[in-house]
């Protein structure tokens, strides 16, 4: 399924306001709210792209692979559960410093277009390629 770049980056936008907001209440809520949204997003149902799509009718001029988003909303979502962790746990720096990761990654892709989480799924694909299909003779 083909994404939209604009939807990404307005994702990416909000992601990086809710993130930023976590770091500047201490929220643990929030932090939950956005862990289910990077949870929603690996599905492919993000309830900003849902947003955006709601308000942009026009399509977009391309389009990119679904799959290194989903993958770096997988990464988002590692990030936010230690966060959560951390804030659970009471160990300040972990929670802190997830949600700042994340944080960073999502502001990367709002402010620049650069999917920190995209590039490393291309990475990972680009080392450990998919296994060859052959056929049995």
Do not use: H
Request: charged fraction near 10%.
């Amino acid at each position: 399924m083909p994404a939209d770049p604009r939807a990404l980056r307005f994702g990416a936008a909000i992601t990086t306001f809710i993130l930023l907001l976590v770091l500047v209440t201490g929220s643990l809520w929030l932090l939950a709210a956005q862990a289910v949204v990077f949870a929603l997003g690996i599905a492919g149902r993000s309830p900003y792209g849902m947003l955006f799509k709601a308000f942009v009718k026009s399509a977009p001029k391309e389009t990119e692979d679904s799959r290194p988003p989903r993958f770096a909303q997988g990464v988002g979502l590692v990030f936010a559960v230690a966060g959560l962790a951390g804030f659970i746990a009471g160990i300040t720096p972990l929670a802190l410093g997830a949600t700042a990761a994340a944080l960073l990654a999502a502001f990367l892709n709002a402010a620049f277009g650069f999917c920190l989480g995209c590039e490393t799924y291309l990475l990972i694909r680009r080392i450990l390629p998919a296994a060859k299909l052959e056929v049995p003779q």
